[in-house]
Every structure is written in structure tokens, then in C-alpha cells.
């Protein structure tokens, strides 16, 4: 099993993540430089996320059967992403890449297309909400309603 660290998970750590990236992370809006890859045919809208280059090492070594996971074209989302499998766990990713594999059609990727559509729809209301509810009860907004 991968570490659980800032190198295993760049980005996570807190204290290193601006209001601005926290907002791009949240409503997904850090994915559309993927959208270039994806015009180029570097990457596929469907099919088994990338990780980053040092979990590649790590889990290849780990896993034996990793590089099955490359028979087809890496995507913007997956399997492994609606299911909310974090590549630190590298078995549980590797088996829900696995699976998109063997069930791949068209109306498998637009089921996921739509689960994480529905899933990005969810946090961005999710994070308005959470601003909402602060707006609401600080110091100004009830010197409002006094």
C-alpha cells in the first residue's frame, strides 16, 4: 500500500492549497487542462485515470498486473473515479480499472459520463452551500438583520 503523504497525494496537504485552488479542486475546474489532451487523442473522456508518475513506479512495483490497466486509452474519468477509489489504494484502483475494461461500451462510459457529471453538479453545490451557510452567520450578516 502506497504512503499516505503529500508525495503519494500531491495537493492534499491544506496548509499548501490556495482559496483559488481549493476552489478550482472542488467544482473540478482544475481538470479542463485535460480537455487539450483529450482534442489531441493523448487521453480518452473514459477510461483509467493517470496517476502521478512517482504512484506509477510504486504500484507497478507493488502490483503485478498494474500495466493491465494500460490496454486502453487513459481518461478523464473512470471507474475508479465514480467509485471514489484514491490511488493510494493501488489493489482497489487497479481492480475497478480492470472492470471498466472488460465492461467498456458506449453506454457504460455515458453511465459514468453522467455519475460524474451528477458528482461534480453535487460538489459545486455542496461548496455554494458552504458559503452560503458562512456568509450567513458572520459578524456582518447579522448586524444585517439587527
Not at 478550482?24 to 489532451?37: A, G, V
Not at 503485478?64 to 486502453?72: L, P, Y
Request: hydrophobic letters at 35%; glycine letters at 6%.
Amino acid at each position: 500500500m502506497l504512503p499516505e503523504s503529500e508525495d503519494a497525494n500531491p495537493g492534499c496537504s491544506q496548509d499548501r492549497i490556495t482559496s483559488v485552488g481549493r476552489i478550482l479542486r472542488k467544482t473540478h475546474l482544475d481538470e479542463i487542462p485535460q480537455l487539450l489532451s483529450i482534442l489531441t487523442g493523448e487521453m480518452s473522456v473514459v477510461g483509467p485515470r493517470p496517476v502521478w508518475t512517482e504512484e506509477e513506479e510504486l504500484l507497478q512495483d507493488e502490483i503485478e498486473s498494474w500495466s493491465k490497466r494500460w490496454a486502453v486509452t487513459p481518461g478523464l474519468t473512470g471507474l475508479a473515479q465514480v467509485r471514489n477509489v484514491d490511488s493510494t489504494n493501488g489493489q482497489a484502483k487497479l481492480e475497478s480499472d480492470l472492470e471498466y475494461i472488460r465492461r467498456q461500451s458506449i453506454g457504460f462510459d455515458l453511465y459514468l459520463v453522467a455519475v460524474q457529471l451528477w458528482q461534480v453538479m453535487t460538489d459545486c453545490y455542496e461548496m455554494v452551500a458552504e458559503q452560503d451557510s458562512k456568509n450567513d452567520s458572520s459578524p456582518q450578516a447579522n448586524e444585517q438583520t439587527d
